[in-house]
């Protein structure tokens, strides 16, 4: 039983709730005050101005699109890492040699930063000469070299991939995890009732995974919204805003036009959206577990 | 699963393992090649899988071709600092959750959880705001302090869960025999907690050095760049030298790839730690 100490507790939390208090706590509220100010271009309040700042976000067009772009490119990033990710951490939890090879290779994306990892596949990618024109020329599968990062519909295919391809570890890893937890009497007991490879994935392991499917999902949204060096570093958003997310877009919104303000709604509209994104989902999720098997 | 034959579906499954695996690492394949090209070879046409010259003495150039060196002390010492406060605070404050009975307990507890959902960029406006007003704005401490503080929360959860662990009668028979309650954590929980304290620096340190966004907003002096910053500012020159900026990547991931494959076993559990409970 814990024991009842005020006085040392309080002060044993003391140094974090000071240091999470000014460097978590305080910016936000100090984004709230300033995404109803006018702000200067020093991120300096000055004046109330009430909801003007929120008004400006809903005729700002570019905004509306970005905001678009980020729910697709997180949908697209989430769902394709997850259906790809079952069968990865599938084959990973079978005996076969070179397993342990397979999963210290599959760490290195992870262990790469997202920028490191954006900025190998812009070289990959990049200019006329890169290594995937090259190769698809000499193949003769095209004739001209393809500007990958220099089209909306190309970019987006390039920045979609990066993100799969950073997502992938932790999320089979996890998966995995979640796959060893099955105790392996419930795989006895389905084979000797004669059921086969698909079968006993579809009724056992499927339902059972479903707890830790829907907490890898949670925090691959969270991550995959926030992922700022992908785009930045591949595209920087263009051309004209049309590969950004919302995390770029407020970027550059605040440190490049000095827009504070409408940058400030924006980071209070994600603020908003993400808080209650994560209360509903850990909210099912705790029902589920209820409910779930144990 | 383990026991099942090896039937057609146990082979697609490898198969396309092998795919991924492949996919995943055939960009950091490819880095170490431009790294080993002379200058000459970054753009020959038709592009070239491998250097026709290994240009091996380029992880050897790099470190004076551009300030690499400075770029990697600037990130040491900004990470082993930010670890070393974000354990400070994250010990008390992880053994108090665990063991000891305060106002306020169950607040502290729902406010550090609620902090890992925050987006980085949604602080970062108002902590930009707050390093301008106290003059730390491209001054490395304010990153030391911003990447502890942001790393505490999940440090504070991952030792609480830890500490529980531990059976409680061992700190009460220290304590019965005239130990303090700080005498008790120093001398009996932490020495028994050496794999938590591990995972969490090396959680705390990954996450320091890997940075990237609040580095680019906070640092402008070339002198105060950390490591990811430097690399990124090779984008910005007339003409990138590719081969001694993916030198420069490779050398960036080494240290994280050795603390990862060390605390393999703690990776998921820490990752998921905060959010499952």
Sequence with gaps: MPRSEPLVGLLFILPTVVLVGVIVFYPIVETALMSFSNVNSLAQREGFAGLANYQALLSDTVFLRVLAQTVFWTVAVVGITTVVSIPVALALNLNFHGRRLARALLIVPWAASLMINAIIWRWILDG????????????????????????????????????????????????????????????????????????????????????????????????????????????????????????????????????????AAMAMLIFVLLLAFSLTFSHITKERAKVGIK | MKRHERGLSWWLLLAFLAVVVAVSIFPFAFALSTSLRPRAELFSFPPTWFPKTWAWENFVTVWTAVPLLRYVLNSVVVSVLATLLNMAFAIPAGYALARLNFPGKRLFRQALLVTQMFSPVVLLIGLFRFMNQVHLLDNNASLVITYAALSLAFSVWFLAGYFESIPIEIEEAAMMDGCTRVGALVRVVLPMSKPALVASGVFAFIWAWNEFMIALTFISTPDNRTLPLGIYSFLGQYSVEWNYLMAAALIAIVPVLILFLLIEKNLVKGLTAGAVK
């Design chain 1, 128 to 263: 006329q000469h890169s290594i995937i024109n090259g190769t698809l020329m000499r193949l003769h599968l095209i004739d001209q070299p393809i500007i990958w990062l220099g089209s909306e519909g190309t970019a987006w295919a390039a920045i979609i991939l990066v993100g799969i391809l950073v997502s992938i570890p932790f999320t089979s890893f996890s998966l995995l995890a979640g796959l060893q937890s099955v105790p392996s009497e419930l795989y006895e007991a389905a084979m000797v009732d004669g059921a086969g490879f698909w079968a006993s994935f579809w009724h056992i392991t499927l339902p059972l995974m479903r707890p830790v499917l829907i907490v890898t999902t949670l925090l691959n949204v969270i991550y995959v919204f926030n992922s700022f060096p992908i785009p930045w570093v591949l595209t920087q958003g263009s051309p004209a805003y049309r590969t950004d997310i919302l995390v770029t877009y407020i970027y550059k919104r605040a440190f490049a036009e000095g827009q504070f303000g409408p940058a």
